[in-house]
């Protein structure tokens, strides 16, 4: 089954560190941009980091500064380590892979849940 599977989230004060893994059941060499998204409560989903397959990587102003995705394809995992965390990137955090085209590759899994506060 296509799936992946997000760890790392937790309780957490403000200015404190967190990192993300996503491990995908398949190979991600030929995923176009694997990306991590957040949900708030009552909010919509969005982007807060992508990084495509020659490890280019994007961010909104939000977050820029203070959260860097990587992916190791060999180990079909994408990584987001956020630093400076504030009460604001309190949400569930989730993984997927996009093609060229924009569709997303996964179902959406759980995520896991971040909470900032002091």
């Known amino acids: 089954q296509v799936q992946v599977v997000e760890s790392g989230g937790g309780l957490v004060q403000p200015g404190g560190s967190l990192r993300f893994s996503c491990a995908a059941s398949g190979s991600i060499n030929s995923i176009y941009a694997m990306g991590w998204y957040r949900q708030a409560p009552g909010k919509h989903r969005e982007l807060v980091a992508t990084?495509?397959?020659?490890?280019?990587?994007n961010y909104p102003d939000s977050v820029k500064g203070r959260f860097t995705i990587s992916r190791d394809n060999a180990k079909n995992t994408v990584y987001l380590q956020m630093n400076s965390l504030k009460p604001e990137d309190t949400a569930v955090y989730y993984c997927?892979?996009?093609?060229?085209?924009?569709?997303?590759?996964?179902?959406w899994g759980q995520g896991t849940q971040v909470t900032v506060s002091s």
């Open positions: 997927n892979g996009r093609y060229y085209g924009g569709l997303y590759v996964y179902p």
């Open positions: 990084v495509t397959s020659n490890t280019n990587t």
